[in-house]
C-alpha cells in the first residue's frame, strides 16, 4: 500500500513541471485558394499569380504560382519577403490542401507541415508520369515580427515509414533558431528519387 505522505509530494512534483515539457501541439486549416485576396493579377502568359490567404489566427498564408511551381510562405510576413521570396521545385509541382500548424507553448504558431507533389519527368518518355512521381513533406518557418519566413527541411513521404513524426521534429526543433536566407533546408530520413531537388529565390 503506498502512503499518502509518498503520495502527496509527487503530485505536487508533477504540478510544478513546466508546461515547456510537454511536446508541441497541432492545429489544422484548409488551404482554399478559391477565397484569397490577390495580391497581384494572374498573368495569363507566364501563368502567375500572388495570393494571401487564411490561415491561423491572425498568421496569413501567402500562396504563389508561376510556371507550373507553386510557393507558400506563412506568418507575418515582411512586404520584402511576400514579394521577392519564392521556394518550390525543379519539376512542376502543386501543394496539397491540409496545413498542419505547430505551436509552441504559448500557443502561437512556429512552422507548418504541408505535403508537396512533384511531376518528375520519365526518363524514358521524357515526360511528367504517376510512375515518378514524388510527396515531399515541407517543413516551414512562421514569419514572426522579424518578418522572415522560409523553409526549414524536407521529408520523402513515400521513402519514409512515419514522415509526418519527422517532419514534426523537425518543425519542433528547427523552425526557431532559422535563419532565413543564410541557413539551408535539408532533407531529413531517407530521400529516394522522386524527391526532386527544391529551388530558393530570397530578395537581396
Not at 65 to 92: C, M, N, T, W
Not at 146 to 158: E, N, P, Q, R, T
Request: glycine fraction near 10%; charge should be negative; include cysteine.
Amino acid at each position: 500500500m503506498i502512503s499518502h505522505a509518498r503520495t502527496i509530494p509527487l503530485i505536487l512534483l508533477m504540478a510544478l513541471t513546466p508546461a515547456t515539457a510537454r511536446a508541441n501541439d497541432s492545429a489544422y486549416t484548409d488551404l482554399d485558394t478559391d477565397h484569397c485576396k490577390t495580391l497581384s493579377p494572374e498573368d495569363v502568359e507566364g501563368g502567375s499569380i500572388s495570393l494571401q490567404c487564411k490561415g491561423l489566427m491572425d498568421y496569413a498564408v501567402y500562396f504563389k504560382e508561376g510556371d507550373l511551381r507553386q510557393s507558400i510562405l506563412y506568418g507575418h510576413a515582411s512586404q520584402a519577403y511576400i514579394d521577392g521570396v519564392f521556394e518550390s521545385f525543379e519539376p512542376f509541382n502543386h501543394a496539397g490542401q491540409k496545413i498542419e500548424w505547430r505551436l509552441g507553448p504559448d500557443g502561437k504558431p512556429t512552422a507548418t507541415i504541408l505535403r508537396w507533389f512533384l511531376e518528375n519527368v520519365d526518363p524514358a518518355t521524357g515526360e511528367p508520369s504517376p510512375k515518378v512521381k514524388g510527396q515531399v513533406l515541407v517543413v516551414s518557418k512562421v514569419a514572426g515580427q522579424d518578418g522572415m519566413g522560409c523553409v526549414v527541411g524536407y521529408v520523402d513521404a513515400l521513402a519514409n515509414p512515419e514522415p509526418n513524426t519527422l517532419a514534426r521534429q523537425i518543425a519542433d526543433t528547427k523552425a526557431d533558431g532559422f535563419v532565413c536566407g543564410t541557413d539551408k533546408a535539408d532533407f531529413a530520413g531517407v530521400r529516394g528519387p522522386t524527391a526532386a531537388e527544391p529551388t530558393r529565390v530570397f530578395p537581396e
